[in-house]
């Protein structure tokens, strides 16, 4: 049975559900949900296809090298556990290898590439090059593959913070053969224009049921341009916010995209739904 819902960017197979993992599918399942867990380094972008292939009715893969993991960073106990034996896959500047990632790439289960972009929030700047060149390469690969591209951008603090829309946006211009998706969208109204206009659509995240900051871009957006995701473990909608977010709450912002919009529920679920099969070629 297809899903009702799709949360089009999860990370269920992050450490922070290594106690619990198979429940927190399970309740997707129960809710109607289908999930896309989102590849972010090597051994999280394999993870993430054999949680596809386990899961095949309910799960898909995209397989990529997030920007903060070119380079060294913090260590994220939610994706890569606390204990000693997590801290060997800290952020230590890994190299995108094009050949690992397309033997990934080629899977049945795998549906898109990423996620990959640029990250200029904690961005020293000797190390934008190497974001800029290993989103290069995997716009590259996307081409190469034919499947579409899961952005992920993120402008610097203040207003001396750098602007990755802007850049992401002039590399994906010139060089992507494929669409895709701007994950967990935070810019403006004209950042959003550029994006859709180049034929991607914008998805977003429980934020939407604690601010009003994206209502304008939520409201302009067309309806089949739009997508709906967790990004579980972190960012959890209002009910459950100061939890850990899971697939199954996607359900709640589906429900606050029909009420910024003004829609009604079941149209606006519909869509959504519809939405994902067609970006990531499920069927």
């Keep these: 049975m297809s899903p009702a819902y799709f949360d089009i960017h999860a990370h269920t197979h992050f450490a922070a559900f290594d106690n619990d993992r198979e429940s ?55 994706e ?16 995108f290898d094009y050949d690992f990632y397309k033997t990934l790439a080629l899977d049945p289960k795998v549906v898109g590439i990423g996620e990959c972009g640029l990250d200029y929030y904690r961005l020293e700047e000797d190390t ?42 002039e590399i994906v211009k010139a060089q992507a053969k494929v669409k895709g998706n701007v994950h967990f969208f935070a810019g403006d109204w004209p950042t959003a224009e550029k994006f859709l206009n180049l034929g991607f659509t914008l998805s977003f995240t429980g934020v939407l049921t604690f601010t009003h900051d994206y209502d304008e871009v939520v409201q302009r957006i067309p309806l089949d341009m739009i997508m709906t995701e967790t990004d579980c473990p972190y960012i ?14 996607v359900v709640e912002i589906v429900k606050k995209i029909a009420e910024i919009k003004g829609l009604d529920f079941e149209v606006t679920r519909v869509a959504l739904r519809e939405n994902a099969h067609r970006v990531w070629n499920i069927r």
């Excluded at 800029?132 to 590259?140: D, K, S, V």
């Excluded at 579409?148 to 951008?153: A, D, E, S, T, V």
């Excluded at 959890?236 to 709450?249: C, I, L, M, Q, S």
């Design 80 to 95: 890569l556990g606390a204990g000693e034996d997590a801290k060997g896959f800290v952020s230590r500047g890994e190299v």
């Design 236 to 249: 959890a909608p209002t009910p459950y916010r100061g939890k850990r977010n899971e697939p199954a709450y």
């Design 24 to 78: 927190v599918i399970l309740r997707a399942q129960e809710a109607g949900v289908g999930m896309v867990n989102v590849g972010t380094q090597q051994v999280k972008s394999r993870e993430a296809v054999e949680l596809a292939h386990k899961h095949p009715e309910f799960c898909w893969a995209t397989v990529g090298l997030h920007p903060i993991h070119t380079s060294k960073s913090y260590h994220d106990v939610q």
């Design 128 to 169: 934008k090059q190497v974001q800029l060149e290993a989103l290069e390469a995997q716009i590259a690969l996307a081409n190469e593959v034919g499947k579409p591209l899961m952005l992920h951008i993120r402008n610097g603090r203040g207003a001396g913070g750098g602007a990755a829309y802007d850049d992401a946006y």
